[in-house]
């Protein structure tokens, strides 16, 4: 029998630098047809993509004017609203664009842009303050985790992101262990399970236990069709973020359409 999960699960497709807007506009009409011939009920799983800045706007019109049931977010935003800061994007351009969603403090971000925990707080603030919400990404590297275990360093990542934000945060947190992201190895289910757990303990005590009853939890990192539904019988995790994945619409359909494979 199907169990209704606690959370609205989402399952997010985090593009990374690939696709152009041309490109963007064939995806995104191609995966909503696969999902409708599917009849794919986005009010069980939700679904959302996160093409680069430069495709958004094309995004935006297509959704509007085929009134796709799909969500789109920023891989990154600003945490200045406007003002002399060359190549940025504030969180008010992302809402004029009518995105719902904008992931913060991707790995990537955090090595190859040098992103501290403090301006990871920094964006995810200015994010909710343009009514956009942060994807929050959390996750160990494998150094990490073999000096301090699995969950400290996504632990003490999240303390600090969600320091000093009000109780009625709309926030999305995603576990990425960095050595699990793009490597085919995942971590397993129940490794993802222990480390959502503690997640949702930080956001009970930053944030309250309604706010934490009610964040979903991403497991990101080497998802595929063949090991999603494993996390997704994790009470606490409730999607993923998928990258590589993501950009092969039979493997992210069948990603989103994990309960019709899996039976859940
Ligand atoms: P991957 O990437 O699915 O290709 O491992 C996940 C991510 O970076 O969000």
Not at 34 to 40: G, I, T
Not at 42 to 62: G, H, I, M, N
Not at 103 to 112: F, M, V, Y
Not at 226 to 232: K, Q, R, T
Request: proline share 4%; glycine share 8%.
């Amino acid at each position: 029998m199907a169990v209704t999960p606690a959370r609205t699960p989402l399952i997010a497709g985090n593009w990374k630098m690939n696709l152009d807007h041309l490109q963007a506009i064939a995806f995104v009409q191609k995966l909503a047809w696969s999902l409708k011939d599917a009849d794919h009920d986005f009010a069980t799983v939700e679904v959302a993509v996160f093409p680069p800045f430069t495709d958004l706007r094309s995004v935006q019109t297509l959704v509007a004017a085929d009134k796709l049931p799909l969500a789109y977010g920023a891989q990154d935003v600003s945490e200045h609203d406007s003002g002399a800061y060359t190549g940025e994007i504030s969180g008010a351009f992302l809402s004029q664009l009518e995105c719902q969603y904008v992931i913060i403090g991707h790995s990537e971000r955090r090595t190859l842009h040098g992103e501290s925990d403090e301006v990871v707080a920094a964006k995810v603030a200015a994010a909710l303050k343009h009514n956009l919400v942060p994807v929050i990404c959390v996750g160990e590297s494998a150094e990490d985790l073999e000096l301090h275990g699995q969950a400290a360093v996504p632990v003490a990542q999240l303390r600090t992101a969600l320091a000093g934000l009000g109780s009625a945060a709309d926030i999305v947190v995603a576990y990425e262990p960095v050595w699990a992201i793009g490597s085919g190895q995942a971590a397993t289910p129940d490794q993802a399970e222990q480390v959502a757990l503690q997640l949702r303990a930080v956001i009970a005590d930053s944030l309250g236990q309604d706010v934490a009853a009610k964040t979903r939890i991403l497991y990101g990192g080497s998802v595929k069709s063949g090991n999603i539904a494993g996390f997704m019988r994790e009470p606490n995790v409730d999607g993923a973020l998928v990258g590589g994945a993501s950009l092969d619409i039979t493997e992210f359909s069948s990603i989103i359409r994990y309960q019709k494979h899996v039976g859940l």
